[in-house]
């Protein structure tokens, strides 16, 4: 914890865990669909769903999915920049089974007719728990620059990425491997201590078993 | 280096080294965030700018909230203010509301400075800014006296929490009158010991005091609890600065802090089920919230 942890962050009210971290949820969900949205299915859950108004939290997670940051006024009037750019959003309120009490599914499709969604919660403090991307279980907090590597389970995948990223000088901190079965969906989460540049990005995104790239910066 | 894990250390290393709680502060985070002083300096101040607008925003504004159940109190305080309407003096009042300023811009999804969190965000700039003014200090000065807030902030943070789901009201605009009773008592050239004891003091007024936000919404009574809060901070400080001293150290206050929190029942600590939020009438406003919605 720094200065800047307890003298900010510098955020559009009025929660950080209700607004601050639903704008990230948005954010993150953006990122990892890699073009603009055009269609938005919003699911809430707990405290979201019972206070989205209140706290504008459907404002903050539109605000995300359009790029906004969390300390941009423009989150006010996300709703009505969303509908001059063709996005479109509906929100739904839900129950969901053991889920933390801050917490949506966000399903995006872009211009390209490609779709991701997005399972996640605001945990305080404008932190967040990404728990599921698609299809597979995840554990993302984006505290550090994050590296999402969406690849095909294949031998060598792993050392491709990590060879790479080694020769860049980029130090992996956390790193964590998942997959939906063997030889299916893959996906690599990795944390790192140096910042990952937009070329480092496309090289990693042309290594064979990779399919889709994506980088988080942190808070 | 401080690990900021006591108050007291703090202050024997300002102490020790003959300078304000400020430049330990300052040293140990060029170390931690391998930037400069400058560099510190140059971030905070701008995080100085963004409390000076929302105070700003706060004070000219009728806005109210998108829930409709806040708004105009800052706005309403400085007209009667104006006409002579109050009882507290210049300092009373200028504390007050702008302490209601910057918690009303956060209601009213503007931006804000969370101080040590967005719903107890009015306390630190409302103490500092009014203080600055009252004695002419310099912006430099305030924003030195914002890493000693900052240093006092941690502490609390580490030894017990700052977050009112886990600690109550006392942990958000408690820790946010601690930090600010400190800062302006050394802002105003109180010695390293005045620090401790300024927030001590503004800590142990309000052990026990229980989160209880209506419809769960950072509004009633959090922005009331922000310009009390920011007097309670006054208060400490002029005790401190007189010389007088808390008896209970700043540490085992702050460790109380942390046990009376951990005892509070959860339905005070934000989950909106007790205190104000279960009156009939906060019940009757939060249906109306959740109908919004439908």
């Known amino acids: 914890m720094n200065v800047f942890d307890v003298i900010g962050p510098v955020m559009i009210g009025p929660s950080s865990s209700h607004t601050a971290g639903a704008v990230r949820l948005g954010l993150i969900t953006q990122a990892l669909l890699g073009e603009p949205v055009i269609d938005a299915v919003i699911e809430l859950h707990g405290s979201f769903a019972r206070t989205y108004r209140g706290h504008g ?26 509908s001059s750019q063709g996005l479109f959003y509906r929100f739904e309120v839900v129950e969901l089974k053991d889920a933390h009490p801050n917490t949506a599914i966000i399903e995006v499709t872009g211009q390209s007719g490609k779709s991701v969604s997005v399972l996640g919660s605001s945990v305080g403090g404008g932190n967040i728990l990404i728990r599921r991307i698609n299809h597979l279980g995840v554990e993302v907090t984006a505290q550090y620059e994050t590296i999402i590597v969406a690849h095909t389970d294949t031998p060598g995948a792993v050392a491709a990425v990590t060879d790479l990223l080694a020769k860049q000088l980029i130090n992996i901190a956390q790193m964590k491997v ?3 079965n063997r030889g299916g969906e893959a996906m690599m989460v990795i944390e790192t201590d140096q910042t990952i540049d937009p070329a480092l990005s496309i090289l990693l995104g042309e290594l064979l078993p990779v399919r889709n790239v994506t980088v988080i910066e942190p808070i | 280096m401080s690990n900021y894990k006591s108050v007291q250390v703090l202050i024997d290393e300002a102490l020790a080294k003959e300078e304000p709680v400020f430049q330990i502060v300052l040293a140990g985070q060029v170390q931690e965030q391998a930037l400069s002083k400058e560099e510190l300096i140059a971030k905070m101040t701008e995080t100085y700018g963004v409390m000076e607008a929302a105070m700003h925003n706060g004070l000219n504004s009728q806005t109210k909230s998108s829930s409709g159940i806040s708004g105009g109190a800052a706005y309403t305080l400085n007209q009667a203010h104006k006409a002579g309407k109050t009882i507290g003096g210049d300092v009373l009042d200028k504390l007050l509301m702008r302490a209601l300023a910057v918690s009303e811009v956060n209601a009213c999804m503007g931006k804000i400075v969370a101080a040590p969190t967005a719903g107890s965000c009015g306390i630190v700039p409302a103490v500092l800014s009014t203080i600055k003014e009252e004695q002419e200090i310099s912006q430099e000065q305030l924003v030195l006296s914002m ?15 700052v977050s009112g789901a886990e600690g109550g009201c006392q942990a958000e605009c408690g820790s946010a009158a601690a930090m600010a009773a400190g800062a302006v008592v050394e802002m105003v050239g109180g010695t390293p010991r005045m620090v401790g004891h300024a927030c001590a003091m503004a800590l142990k007024n309000v052990l026990g005091l229980v989160c209880d936000p209506v419809a769960g919404l950072v509004e009633i009574p959090c922005i009331k609890r922000n310009a009390i809060g920011a007097a309670n901070a006054l208060v400490a400080a002029n005790l401190a600065l007189a010389g007088v001293e808390s008896v209970i150290p700043v540490d085992e206050v702050i460790d109380a802090m942390r046990s009376v929190g951990n005892s509070m029942a959860s339905a005070l600590k934000e989950t909106a089920e007790g205190g104000l939020a279960a009156t009939p009438t906060a019940q009757a406003l939060a249906s109306k919230i959740y109908a919004m919605q439908e």
Do not use: C, H, P, Q
Not at chain 1, 67 to 75: A, N
């Open chain 2, 147 to 161: 890493f000693t807030a900052a240093g006092l902030g941690i502490v609390i943070a580490n030894r017990a929490t």
């Open chain 1, 178 to 180: 998942y997959r939906s």
């Open chain 1, 57 to 82: 939290t459907d404002k903050a997670i539109v605000g995300g999915l359009l790029g906004i940051e969390t300390d941009d006024e423009r989150i006010r009037n996300s709703m009505d920049i969303a």
